[in-house]
């Protein structure tokens, strides 16, 4: 709704929502609205402004004819998100007092009360109205802000979790678990059900949070594919930082060293080692044959195999693998290790060279500092992104396979061949839900140390400081493409370094008109653009697809004979602490020529403006090529370096349809 429309006689956005909704209702009455009675579920005011509303079809042609209307879209399902329970990480040892500034509230519920929160974990609410309108006759089992699942407080407690000693997985990681910005204060928005999952709940958990006074949103859950406009997230995002709120969402001696998750510090001890060539594969029913001892499995499915020898009577195995998938793994329900295919080359030759070879496995043992990495991880999306593909993404890497955090009680964290569920306190899961919170509690530190930057400068700080190089002091490599050197399609400008974006010299702000700016390039109707902004307020006389970003990305198609030359003009704002000259370092992509102009900027004071202009022209082939550089703004005196990715790729032709975030 376009909220400038509320006549005067209305006191609340409530009141003239509910009169609208009353309004469709008198006019239409149907047998839909007999069994799913019309009502307003959620009011929005503050990172969107409308309202989720049970209706018919026929009621809502009437909506749309109402003043104020902008935009109506059907509810949708989004995955699951953070939710709430007690834990360690959530003690508030060592806290100081709730900042008056907090409004929200610990909302009491089954199984939860409000003396669970504390000085750590502030806030509890829960939101649940657009699942049990979408199933009227459904029972929410778990009615409160309690955690059911695991997947809210693994990621809370990775962002925010306070200091808990003696943690581990079974013996795995053993030392003191603590988040990214152990000292912040928590907030938990419930939205995700085991009966369902709904956008209008998140729109509300989100709405709230804002209100309630937070300064960041830590959100792993997502849509691909959709347009901005029909995004909730997205839209409730631009609300947000609109009001300063940052929005933080989900795109392997003598002795060798093996790879194992086995929860248990099982007995495998100077057993016989058996290698068998024709069976090696470990996919076959002839494994059943080993009763005891250790097999040697290569050259096969780890999946297929780990499944195999647990059915069958070796006492353990060694898989011989090399592939990236198995090491984002969270299931090893039967002894075994894995091991390089170079260590393996040694294992196989020991087996058939020695008479009664013998073997034993350590479990339970946790090794730092391995290389290289960090490495890029399989699962992980790829640009460019299909809602708008002139912005580069994604933004940044951050840490998100086999995350040790905490966990809730009443769910088993492993499993042991056949059907033996195990409980931990903790637990180790991948995805890009476990890397989001990481990013979330760097930038919360950020806005600790800076609470006058607006999420664009700690975007900036954190994307311009990134670390493109990995522990060997090589580039960055993608587990998913065999190990070959990372771009930023898949990276974005590196691994999130929160030390060099404590103080990064200089940023690139962006401010709500610009970001409308964008919109209004990308050939949005107006109402499309309502529906994300709100507000008639911002027009669209400066529309430009060239928003003030600290990264690059021009793209080319294939159908295109001539060489594309793309202009780039961004605007950079010092925030050091005064005087300041900056010289032009540009690692040029392969077939293509950049200039930048000017190639110094003088800052005369802390927060002056100064412009440039980056021309990229790629003369090379346009079948699919994606090609990378950088360009990096020098502090002459050595104290900062602002780096920017700058890449060239083809245009991808996409069809826009839902598809929902998998973590």
Known sequence: ?????????????????????????????????????????????????????????????????????????????????????????????????????????????QEFNASMCNK???????????????????????????????????????????YVESASFFGYATGTARGVAPRARLAMYKVIW???????????????????????????MGFDDV???????????FGAMEKGVLVSASAGNAVITGWSMYPANALVDELPLVYNELISSCNSTDVSSFNYGIIICENGDFFHQIETIAQSSPTAAIYISNDPRIFEYEEFQYPGV???????????????????PVSSINFQETFVRSTPAPVVASYTSRGPSPSYQGILKPDIMAPGSLVLASWIPHVYTATIYPHIELRNEFAMISGTSMACPHSSGIAALLKGVHPEWIPAAIRSAMITGAINIDNTNSPIKDSGLNYSIVNPLAMGAGLVNPNFALNPGLIYDATPQDYVNLLCAMNFTRNQILTITRSSSYNCQNASSDLNYPSFIALYTNETAATPI????????????????????????????????????????????????????????????????????VNVIGLHAVTSSIVVAPMIHTVVAPMIHTW
């Open 1 to 109: 709704m376009d909220k400038s429309f509320m006549p005067k006689a209305f006191a609340s956005h409530q009141q003239w929502y509910s009169s609208i909704v009353e309004t469709a209702k008198v006019k239409v009455t149907t047998s839909e609205s007999s069994t799913n009675p019309t009502r307003l579920l959620y009011s929005y005011n503050n990172a969107f402004h409308g309202f989720s509303v049970v209706m018919s079809e026929d009621e809502l042609q009437v909506l749309e004819k109402l003043p104020g209307f902008v935009s109506a879209y059907a509810d949708k399902t989004v995955t699951l998100d953070t939710p709430l329970t007690q834990s360690r990480s959530f003690k508030d040892n060592g806290m100081t007092e709730i900042p008056s500034r907090w409004k929200g509230i610990c909302e009491p519920g």
């Open 338 to 356: 894995v091991i390089s295919p170079e260590d393996g080359a040694v294992v196989i030759s020991y087996a058939t060279s020695v008479i009664d």
């Open 566 to 633: 793309q202009k780039f003009v961004r605007t950079m704002t010092n925030v050091g602490d005064g005087p300041a000259n900056y010289s032009i370092n540009v690692v040029v992509p392969s077939d293509t020529n950049v200039s930048v102009y000017p190639p110094r900027l003088s800052f005369n004071s802390k927060y002056e403006k100064l412009s440039y202009t980056l021309t990229v022209e790629y003369s090379g082939s346009k079948t699919g090529e994606v090609v990378f550089g950088s360009l990096t703004w």
């Open 227 to 237: 347009p901005l406009y029909e995004d909730p997230i997205a839209i409730a995002s």
């Open 120 to 162: 750590k974990l502030i806030g509890v609410r829960y939101f649940n109205k657009g699942v049990k309108a979408a199933r009227p006759n459904i029972t929410i089992s778990m009615n409160s802000g309690r955690d059911t699942h695991g997947h809210g407080t693994h990621t809370s407690s990775t962002l925010g979790g306070n």
């Open 194 to 220: 085991d009966e369902g999952r709904h956008a209008s709940d998140v729109l509300a958990g989100m709405d709230q949070a804002v209100a309630d006074g937070v300064d960041v949103i830590s959100i792993s």
